[in-house]
């Protein structure tokens, strides 16, 4: 079983949950950084640039140097990013240009200890289905979509909506699995061994 802790630098419930569901045991601290996006990045630089200040936000608070994981999730039409909706007509606006078309989540991961610093981008492609404006209303009164990028959680309502996905589903729900686990590994924290 896993005996090295390690910090997640995020108050997000959805990541928190994945990674209880794979047995890990950690802390979780919420790293209050600026998100604003920088002109002239593309969105995977956009995410991975979160991701690390999130992981240098809490890495300034432990001069012990524990591992920390963060992550940074978009949500990407074309080239355009939708962040988190600002209000109910935002996450509206949102879920009608996502309708019947087919748009990118990116996630920027990062595991830090001390001077040593890793981050990826995972990308997952997921295809909408034609939504009514009955449909959009009925999910947006949920109040589900208001706090995830995209105005929508893949894991929640919307899943009736994606009629296919290519790559890690967990990704769309902000944390690729497979990537974060290979990269806690190399910083020594042990997923699935000696179990």
């Not at 524990?66 to 939708?82: F, G, N, R």
């Not at 996630?107 to 009955?134: I, N, P, W």
């Not at 947006?140 to 929508?152: H, N, Q």
């Amino acid at each position: 079983m896993q005996t090295k802790p390690f910090i997640l630098a995020s108050a997000s419930p959805r990541r928190r949950e994945l990674l209880e569901r794979i047995g890990l045991h950690f802390t979780i601290e919420a790293a209050d950084t600026d998100e604003t996006l920088v002109p002239g990045l593309s969105p995977a630089e956009q995410v991975m640039r979160l991701s690390r200040n999130k992981a240098c936000a809490i890495a300034a608070r432990h001069p012990e140097d524990p591992v920390i994981l963060s992550a940074d999730t978009v949500v990407v039409l074309e080239d355009t990013i939708l962040g988190k909706p600002a209000d109910a007509d935002d996450a509206r606006r949102m879920l009608h240009a996502l309708s019947g078309r087919t748009h990118h989540v990116l996630t920027g991961v990062t595991v830090m200890q001390g001077s040593h610093c890793q981050t990826r981008c995972e990308v997952t492609e997921v295809h909408f289905a034609a939504l009514s404006d009955a449909e959009i209303d009925a999910y947006v009164a949920t109040g589900e979509p208001l706090d995830k990028a995209g105005a929508y959680g893949i894991q929640g309502y919307a899943a009736v909506f994606a009629t296919g996905i290519s790559g890690d589903y967990y990704n769309v729900m902000g944390l690729p699995l497979h990537t974060a686990a290979k990269m806690l590994r190399q910083a020594g924290i042990p997923v699935l061994e000696a179990l």
